[in-house]
């Protein structure tokens, strides 16, 4: 490998990417975190979509990663508050499902429902990283 292509590949692709990621278990909210972050993004990390709908409307995220079955409220009722939104309070932040519903009627409710991407769990360091970018370059 070409020295010129190492420097690209090592450099980070989300430099300057804010992204809130919202999911009920640490263990995921920590391993999504360490891959955004080595990448070049800055995360918050919630366990709730209550919380994550007051940190929404006051850090303004780039993008927004959530997963959908959460203990109380979950994904499609957080995407249903953001959307509910006016712009300037984050109404149009763009939105991934993270979520280990994969069926094809899963992924078209996701859609549906206002998120942009759905993303299958386990989800791959690319993938992931993939996902982010794209989303980050419809702001």
């Known amino acids: 490998m070409q020295a010129s292509a190492l420097r690209i590949a090592d450099a980070p692709h989300l430099h300057g990417v804010r992204v809130l ?16 972050e080595r990448d070049g993004a800055t995360v918050t990390a919630v366990g709730t979509a209550e919380e994550a709908l007051e940190v929404l409307q006051r850090e303004r995220p780039t993008v927004l990663l ?41 992924r078209a409710s996701v859609l549906r429902a206002g998120f942009q991407y759905h993303v299958a769990k386990p989800v791959s360091m690319q993938e992931l990283i993939g996902v982010v970018a794209i989303l980050a370059l419809k702001v």
């Open 21 to 36: 990621v919202v999911d009920d278990m640490p263990y995921v909210r920590d391993v999504v975190t360490e891959i955004l």
């Open 66 to 106: 959530s997963d959908l079955s959460m203990p109380g409220k979950g994904g499609y009722w957080l995407i249903g508050q953001v959307r509910a939104l006016p712009p300037e309070r984050g109404g149009t932040t763009p939105a991934a499902a993270l979520t280990a519903y994969t069926g094809p009627e899963h």
